[in-house]
């Protein structure tokens, strides 16, 4: 096998580092019932509008605006906006799954500590065509890198987000005077959580599951057949990932079980305020699933 190049200018991840970005993306998770009273502190948003800021966008447009939402007046009539457009909805999910999409936890607008709409200024590249002659969405694309970015570093910070994307787009810009040439393109629910859970609540619910990506991969054209070496590569780390999984949400269910035979810990966070961002049941938890390793990380 031939040995990778190691960058000679310093630039180069540690093994650590790696695992660190890996362990951002894999438990990274939609929150929408585990936010805690705690406020977010500003230093902590500042940064994570920083890493949102760096994203990549095409023609170096940078598209984006970022709209902190804190009153809490107006959040209510946010979540006003989410309940009528979840009832507008509703005819169109099948009937067998009504019942459970009614049951299903949505957003977090009022409980979380804040709210932050990013939005794409459709104009601020108007006068530069590079990247967007031929691809003109390109600048929305660009703004959801951004979305992903805020995400990431929030996960790394141990702050909770959770995408609120059943809105009704005019009324939302009605409510928070966006002007006509600008879009939102992700309404947030942001703040301190009690606890990122060990899957996706979609999945727990039984609402979905994630699609094998052997099968999402092709060769050369759409539906050519081929990569079977890297196919086989993704199976062998999808295999690790499902025996894995059992033990992962059953050391997460033991570790809760522990905490609930506890006496309540004096300041009732869940999360350390550390670089780490874990408390001392998490850190049991990553070692029981031998966290660390790909599968274990992939199963998250």
């Excluded at 703040?191 to 099968?215: I, M, N, Q, T």
């Excluded at 050369?220 to 590569?233: I, M, R, V």
């Amino acid at each position: 096998m031939q040995a990778r190049t190691a960058a000679t200018s310093g630039d180069d991840f540690d093994q650590l580092a790696r695992d660190a970005v890996y362990r951002a993306m894999f438990t990274r998770r939609d929150v929408r019932s585990h936010f805690v009273a705690d406020d977010l502190d500003d230093g902590v948003l500042a940064r994570l509008l920083t890493a949102a800021h760096h994203a990549p966008s095409v023609g170096y447009m940078q598209p984006w605006n970022f709209i902190v939402i804190r009153d809490a007046a107006r959040r209510r009539q946010v979540r006003d906006l989410f309940l009528a457009a979840r009832e507008q909805e509703l005819p169109a999910i099948e009937a067998e799954r009504q019942a459970l999409y009614r049951k299903l936890k949505l957003e977090g607008i009022c409980e979380s500590a804040l709210n932050l709409c990013i939005t794409c200024d459709r104009q601020r590249s108007k006068n530069s065509p590079l990247g967007r002659w031929h691809n003109p969405e390109m600048d929305l694309y660009s703004t959801v890198c951004a979305v992903q970015n805020f995400w990431l570093a929030a996960r790394a910070e141990g702050v909770g987000v959770g995408w609120v994307s059943i809105i009704e787009t005019e009324a939302l810009k009605r409510l928070l005077s966006i002007p006509e040439h600008v879009t939102p393109i992700a309404y947030l629910c942001v703040g301190r959580v009690s606890e990122f859970a060990p899957r996706p609540d979609l999945e727990a619910h039984g609402w979905g599951k994630r699609l094998p990506l052997p099968e999402l991969v092709m060769s050369e054209t759409f539906c050519g057949a081929g990569e079977a070496p890297l196919k086989s590569a993704i199976a062998a780390l999808e295999n690790g990932r499902s025996r894995d999984q059992s033990a992962v949400v059953e050391a997460a269910d033991q570790a809760a079980l522990g905490e609930s035979q506890r006496e309540p810990p004096k300041e009732p966070s869940a999360l350390s305020r550390s670089s780490l961002n874990f408390d001392e049941a998490s850190a049991s938890r990553r070692s029981q699933s031998g966290f660390g390793t790909w599968p274990s990380m992939v199963s998250k």
